[in-house]
């Protein structure tokens, strides 16, 4: 009884951190099909943001949850107008140009911040099932994931932004035609994307030992649990991360971390092998 | 046609001859060798991405698994001719597993990225997972996250203890690049290489023409990959250990670096790229002033938006305003759409 | 009775809940000459897709010379000996008109006589002076009849046009007319037209698709005056 808590637990936190890592990198794909490559960094960049708003004795939740997501959003508004508005319509120009960012990002914090491993403790004490420890932070994770995807969807759906930014997936020319200048659409894309980007950097912070090259843990997974979702922005990122979350917490239990991790990868090739356009171009069609 | 490939392999051995010569008196062999290397390394992306458009981000899984093949196929047998082989062979077998499963699923772009980046990565957890020794393959352990040290290194075909090292190895490792530079020409010209740039261009006209798009997409893929895997196994016996940091997306990211700024479509761009780049992150590597991950970057952000064509398409091109010839404005656009494409 | 040579039954072709090609039987002997027309999403295109293999039909098979071809991919019908044109001019823009054709002709030549090949269909097609052009600077009935180039140079003996005539000035397509009729003293030819003028300068026998199926198939002159295709045409209601 004890243990399928547990394990209900850990598979659940697994796929809220699937869904946190991808969030920002969802968004800037799914609305302008550009794939930023300089995620993990900003992952990375809303971590140092959190430590260093802590360390300045701000308060860790609002470190977390405020001061991270606006300083990566504000870093994201600057590249999105230096770089990457140059480069629209050329899905590869921008992987590349901000695979080049990244690297400059690492380089940054690490004459920054040197290259060693910084962190902060979690802010909540984990607690006993039966004879099994379980990290409370993992709850939060959970709690904010489902948040996330519920804001998510309450603005796509509810709010006259959310209308734009779904007719710009659809027909980007026509939202311009309609009047909407997909310049400031865009602008305000990358700026929400770069936010959520840093929200998850900040919040899975207080778990790993942060390091300038941290990004390059999360950048991959993100980048699968996207392409493998599909066009449709929420049900794609919440299917893939069901999907691969799943996966790769059986092979876990079963055999190893390691193998669970290979697994994932695994998965996702043969997932694209079969569904070369991602799980929602043939499930929850016209799903937002 | 044919006087023209005699000129280019004259021009190419002469023009070569001399730079081996050369070089030496202003870097050491040791460190020529690797540029050589990555030369090679950076020759065979540029050869499945600038004609083939197949964007890889998994050149380093190739040039990897070249290494450990040559690695752990050379403590086993304990003669270095065997081993070279099969680092092309296996290599470049594993390659058209992989890229049939690619193209004949009609993956492209973004998809063929993903999937590339993946393998990457797999064969990076993996091999970093084994340092049981549990894992022993032959008499040869993988040893996890240390690597493989200790196995022999290239010697003269047939005599184990005539080790070929130091200037020696430097002219073998030129010999070699030249070779695989003129097998690469030659393919361009060959019927296939005019074919495979046929399909980079529009692969929907050639298979209306009656190809199978798919078999020779792979097939390009794992020729692209041999040279990569002999890359690899060149670079071990350099090296004189393997470790699993040889298939890290980092040096994914740099041999596509390479290609970027030496120039797509072109078979000496991606080397010059190469050689070039890793002889500036070497001098970099000397102070501690700026961080040269970050100069890596820059350099790449800077020539994806202000010369995306690269050096060498540019330097051709300011030659022949210089000399009076009329711009060829061609070698610009193909690239447009090898990249994009 | 001539020979048929490319022939579909019952073939359908479903997404999702749309028909776009419904239970179509469709006959071409040798050396015909077939238009198709017919309004839009009347699902000539989708037929046509059908044939070349550019899709799998849902239901139905395609036999081209007897042989059953439903499901081939594009190129394995190409390697019939099938010339195909699609919608969308599709050529290799970054690659001269002679290299483009070449590569059609080494398909099924060696080097030498795919180069003589080449040179003969430029004469043909009268591309001489821009033979040496990237396609990607051509003016668009340039293109159009480079790849008409394309497809002939293989000697092909059944060839597939999907809208030759489309965007072309009428120069274009007086020269476009010349050259299919040159075809068809060796091949079969389905085009699929939107053209009127264009149709009624080259048709023999018209097949009329509406609404995804065959609504009558005839000799020009007699389909052009049919009641029912001119409703269809103009989009009355019966």
Not at chain 1, 59 to 78: D, E, K, R, T, Y
Not at chain 2, 270 to 279: D, E, R
Request: charged share 15%.
């Amino acid at each position: 009884m004890d243990i399928s808590f547990v394990i209900l637990v850990e598979m659940l936190y697994a796929i809220a951190s699937l869904v946190l890592i991808s969030a920002g990198l969802a968004v800037v794909f799914g609305m302008m099909k550009v794939i930023n490559l300089a995620h993990g960094e900003f992952m990375m960049m809303g971590g140092y943001a959190t430590i260093t708003a802590v360390q300045l004795g701000v308060n860790v939740f609002i470190a977390m949850l405020i001061v991270a997501p606006l300083v990566v959003g504000v870093i994201g508004l600057i590249v999105e107008r230096l770089v990457i508005r140059h480069l629209y319509g050329r899905l590869v120009d921008t992987m590349l140009a901000t695979w080049g960012l990244s690297l400059v990002f690492i380089g940054l914090a690490t004459m920054i911040f040197g290259n060693t491993t910084t962190g902060i403790s979690t802010p909540i004490p984990g607690f006993a099932v039966g004879d099994y420890q379980i990290n409370g932070y993992n709850f939060f994770i959970i709690v904010v994931a489902i948040l996330l995807v519920v804001l998510m969807y309450a603005v796509l759906k509810g709010t006259r932004a959310g209308l734009i930014a779904r007719g710009t997936m659809q027909r980007s020319d026509m939202a311009a035609a309609l009047g909407y200048s997909p310049d400031r659409i865009y602008m305000a894309t990358f700026f929400c994307g770069s936010a959520l980007s840093g929200l998850a950097g900040a919040i899975l912070a207080p778990l790993v030992g942060l390091v300038p090259t941290s990004g390059g843990a999360y950048i991959a997974k993100a980048f699968i649990t996207v392409i493998a979702g599909g066009p449709s922005l929420i049900a794609g990122l919440v299917s893939s991360a069901t999907s691969f979350g799943f996966v790769s917490q059986v092979f876990t239990f079963a055999i190893s971390p390691v193998i669970g991790e290979v697994a994932l990868l695994v998965a996702a090739v043969i997932l694209l092998r079969l569904m070369p356009q991602g799980i929602t171009s043939r499930f929850f069609k016209g799903k937002l | 046609m044919d006087r023209s490939a005699v000129r280019d392999v004259i021009v190419t051995l002469v023009v070569s001859a001399i730079l081996i010569g050369v070089m030496p008196m202003l870097i050491s062999t040791y460190t020529l060798t690797v540029l050589i290397i990555y030369g090679m390394l950076g020759l065979s992306l540029g050869l499945i991405w600038g004609f083939g458009g197949i964007l890889c981000f998994g050149q380093a899984a190739f040039f990897g698994l070249g290494a450990y093949v040559y690695a752990i196929s050379a403590v086993n047998v304990g003669e270095s001719t065997l081993p070279m082989i099969l680092a092309v062979l296996l290599t470049a077998g594993f390659a058209a597993l992989l890229g049939a499963m690619m193209f004949y699923g009609r993956l492209t772009d973004v998809y063929l990225g993903v999937i590339t980046l993946v393998v990457t990565l797999i064969l990076f957890k993996f091999i970093n997972s084994t340092a049981g020794p549990q894992y022993v393959i032959g008499k040869a352990r993988m040893g996890g996250f240390n690597g493989i040290p200790g196995f022999q290194t290239l010697n003269v075909p047939g005599d184990p203890g005539a080790y070929i090292w130091g200037d020696a190895y430097y002219y073998v490792c030129a010999v070699a690049l030249i070779i695989v530079y003129l097998l690469v020409t030659w393919l361009l010209r060959s019927s296939f290489g005019r074919i495979a740039i046929g399909i980079r261009e529009n692969e929907t006209r050639m298979a209306l023409i009656g190809y199978d798009v798919a078999a020779r997409k792979t097939v390009l893929f794992a020729a692209g990959a041999g040279i990569a895997g002999l890359a690899g196994a060149l670079y071990a016996s350099w090296a004189e250990i393997v470790t699993p940091t040889l298939f890290s997306l980092g040096q994914s990211a740099e041999i596509i670096i390479w290609c970027i700024v030496g120039g797509l479509g072109t078979r000496l761009g991606p080397i010059v790229g190469a050689a070039g780049l890793a002889y500036l992150k070497f001098l970099l590597g000397q102070q501690s002033m700026i961080d040269n991950t970050l100069i890596m970057g820059l350099v790449l952000v800077i020539f994806v938006l202000f010369l995306p064509r690269g050096l060498v398409p540019a330097i051709g091109a300011l030659w022949q305003v210089s000399v009076g010839h009329k711009v060829r404005r061609r070698p610009a656009r193909r690239m447009r759409r090898a990249r994009n494409g | 009775m001539a020979e048929t040579v490319l022939e579909t039954s019952g073939l359908t072709m479903r997404f999702g809940g749309v028909v776009a090609s419904d239970n179509v039987n469709f006959k071409l002997k040798h050396r015909e000459l077939r238009c198709l027309i017919g309004p839009n999403g009347a699902g000539k295109s989708t037929f046509f897709k059908c044939v070349t293999g550019l899709l799998t039909p849902s239901d139905g098979h395609v036999f081209m010379r007897g042989q059953d071809v439903t499901g081939w991919m594009p190129h394995q019908v190409a390697s019939l000996g099938v010339g195909i044109k699609t919608q969308t001019p599709n050529v290799m823009d970054a690659l001269s008109v002679h290299e483009n054709i070449w590569l059609a002709a080494r398909r099924f030549f060696d080097p030498a006589e795919a180069r003589a090949r080449t040179g003969d269909v430029i004469d043909r097609l009268s591309l001489g002076p821009i033979a040496r052009t990237d396609l990607g600077q051509l003016a668009h009935g340039e293109r159009q009849r480079v790849e008409l180039g394309l497809v002939i140079v293989t000697d092909p003996w059944l060839v597939l046009l999907d809208e030759p005539a489309a965007g072309m000035s009428a120069e274009d397509v007086d020269r476009m007319t010349e050259i299919i009729h040159d075809i068809t003293r060796s091949a079969s030819v389905v085009i699929v037209e939107h053209d009127m003028q264009f149709i009624r300068s080259i048709a023999e026998t018209v097949t009329v698709f509406h609404q995804g199926r065959v609504l009558m198939e005839d000799h020009v002159d007699r389909v052009m005056t049919d009641e029912t295709v001119r409703r269809v045409y103009l989009g009355k209601k019966a």
